[in-house]
């Protein structure tokens, strides 16, 4: 069955540090891997995508993911955190087969000044 | 273009009762997707229709719930009777087919049972 994985419910990081949040996958095939931000009474909105090629992603607002085949992962980056990064972050794949999309559990980002 | 937009944005009904929530997604998309959140968990997957049809609805937690896509336009899910499990936002989205696409959320019908 599919699933995904988000480590860490919460993850804090002082402004201008880099950071990382975790994700790993499990699907049948190469599946299409995604994450998503979602603000406070916001919709979920998106951030990047892994669909082939080179494994490093770049997104929106300064952020990259790094898909890692062997570890079944597609933890997500940023060099240098803002505070204005802090939101809830979910961590999506999408089967090539069927077009479903499952979502990871969340995980809040905390950015302190 | 328009976003994928939800109705109503908060729902809050006694249990026993019935409700119906709209989704209507982006113009051309063929697949729509539910899910729910409850407080603090995960976004989970209710089902997927393809146009009209449903193409997996294991997410669905029991017959309470039924959901419809006439027309392969507009999406309703019906919760009926909603018991107080049933709190929690709802989320539908819409994508392309295949090619990796990303899927665009509306923003959710929050809905409490008491």
């Known amino acids: 069955a599919q699933s995904v994985a988000q480590p860490e419910d919460q993850v804090n990081v002082a402004e201008g540090n880099p950071l990382t949040v975790k994700c790993t996958y499990s699907?049948?095939?190469?599946?299409?891997l995604f994450w998503y931000v979602q603000y406070p009474n916001r919709g979920l909105q998106f951030l990047l995508k892994y669909i082939t090629g080179d494994n490093l992603v770049k997104g929106s607002y300064g952020f990259e993911a790094e898909f890692n085949k062997s570890q079944t992962s597609f933890h997500l980056k940023k060099p240098s955190a803002l505070v204005s990064d802090s939101a809830l972050y979910f961590c999506?794949?999408?089967?090539?087969?069927?077009?479903?999309?499952?979502f990871g559990k969340g995980t809040r980002l905390h950015i302190l000044p | 273009e328009a976003g994928v937009t939800q109705f109503p944005s908060h729902s809050v009904i006694e249990k026993g009762q019935t409700v119906t929530l709209r989704c209507d997604p982006i113009?051309?998309?063929?697949?729509l997707y539910w899910y729910r959140r409850v407080m603090g968990k995960e976004i989970k997957f209710l089902l997927h229709f393809v146009k009209e049809s449903k193409q997996d609805e294991s997410g669905m937690p029991n017959n309470r719930f039924l959901a419809e896509r006439t027309g392969g336009t507009y999406s309703t899910l019906k919760v009926q009777p909603a018991e107080l499990e049933d709190s929690g936002v709802y989320f539908c989205?819409?994508?392309?087919?295949?090619?990796?696409?990303?899927?665009?959320f509306g923003q959710g019908t929050r809905l409490t049972v008491v």
């Open positions: 699907v049948s095939g190469n599946p299409y």
């Open positions: 989205a819409s994508s392309n087919t295949g090619g990796g696409t990303e899927a665009f």
């Open positions: 999506a794949v999408r089967d090539r087969r069927d077009d479903k999309i499952i």
């Open positions: 113009s051309g998309h063929d697949n």
